[in-house]
């Protein structure tokens, strides 16, 4: 997710503020635990 470095978690949440259905939503959450460390097997799991 290397697409992420240059965006802040606060503009993530910003963005998820501010979204609509289930999809985006869970991509910007993953996106979230992503920058605050959690690692991508551990999201798909």
Sequence with gaps: MDHL??????E????LA???GAKPTQRLLAAIAYK???TQTELAE
């Design 5 to 10: 470095d240059k965006t802040s978690v606060e």
């Design 12 to 15: 993530l949440q910003d963005a």
């Design 18 to 20: 501010r979204v609509e």
């Design 36 to 38: 605050n460390g959690v």
